[in-house]
């Protein structure tokens, strides 16, 4: 059963001139991990200010449960939990006092809904007496989020939620989101990071307002065109220029220590190492690689 159903959603900045979310739709099952996935400006903070009632389209409809973000949006308020992307609560305020806030906006208490937020309130229970702004990049999200939860909502909304976190944290919160799963809440994750996209359940990939694919990881990631290979030698720099001018190129681009590469027509790796080494590239290393959301999106792109 859907969740949230997105129809045709447009936004605009600038009187018009700057389109930052264009005819996009798509929807979000029951329980479900749906991530919207993409660099910086490619339309996800807009997207979720509009699902969250923070923002008025220019065209298109949004439904959440049934209910429409524009005439319902007093309803939806009750049943939804957001977490943007900055740190949002009140550094003054120490970890209890946030809670104890966000719970009575809610018309609730943090004894009364403490059973959901547990898992992570523990974590940072030491911590109650602290104030906000004084907690690590860490501990600060997992306070956002009890604050997003306390309320017990249907579905959450977190924009960014990893951004500036160590690695060691935002595995923690994957692993927290897949538990909050668990206990039927919908979740609706947006990311610059394309590791983050493997732990969901959909993904929407989204580049300048536009979305490029919409499914599982699993099958983006199968359904690339391409034989895709990697591509070492001694100098990266040399190595990307040369590889530009490659007449059976289709595409190439760094990818950590090795250049990721297509060819345009039957792949033959040992015509490009020779014609490599014959551009005084040494070292040339060539091996077959495995396709990532990453490579995906670049393919998408193009």
């Not at 580049?207 to 099958?219: F, M, Y």
Request: glycine share 6%; hydrophobic share 40%; charged share 25%.
């Amino acid at each position: 059963m859907e969740a949230v159903i997105v129809n045709d959603l447009v936004k605009t900045y600038d009187k018009g001139r700057k389109r930052a979310v264009n005819k996009v739709s798509f929807s979000v099952n029951k329980s479900e991990i749906f991530g919207l996935i993409g660099p910086d400006g490619a339309g996800k903070t807009s997207i979720f200010r509009i699902l969250t009632t923070l923002l008025l389209p220019d065209s298109g409809t949004v439904k959440i449960n049934g209910l429409d973000v524009i005439k319902d949006f007093k309803i939806l308020r009750k049943s939804i939990g957001y977490m943007p992307g900055r740190f949002s609560l009140y550094e003054d305020l120490t970890v209890h006092e946030n809670l104890t806030f966000f719970a009575t906006l809610f018309n609730t208490t943090l004894s009364e809904n403490y059973a959901i937020i547990k898992e992570i309130y523990v974590q940072i229970e030491p911590f109650k007496d602290r104030r906000a702004g004084k907690l690590s990049g860490g501990m600060k999200q997992k306070l956002a989020l009890c604050c997003a939860l306390i309320h017990k909502p249907d579905i959450l909304f977190l924009d960014e939620p990893t951004t500036g976190v160590d690695p060691v944290s935002r595995k923690e919160f994957w692993e927290m989101l897949k538990r909050l799963k668990e206990q039927y809440i919908t979740i609706i994750v947006s990311t610059p990071y394309m590791d983050e996209a493997n732990l969901c359940d959909r993904i929407a990939l989204l580049q300048e307002g536009n979305i490029l694919s919409i499914d599982t990881p699993k099958n983006i990631i199968n359904s690339y065109p391409n034989e895709l290979f990697a591509i070492k030698a001694d100098q990266m720099h040399q190595l990307l220029l040369v590889l530009k001018k490659y007449s059976q190129r289709n595409e190439s681009y760094a990818f950590g220590e090795f250049a990721h590469f297509t060819f345009s027509g039957s792949s033959d790796p040992e015509h490009l190492k020779e014609y490599l080494i014959n551009n005084g590239l040494k070292e040339v290393q060539i091996k077959r690689a495995a396709v990532t959301i990453e490579d995906s999106f670049i393919n998408l792109m193009a």
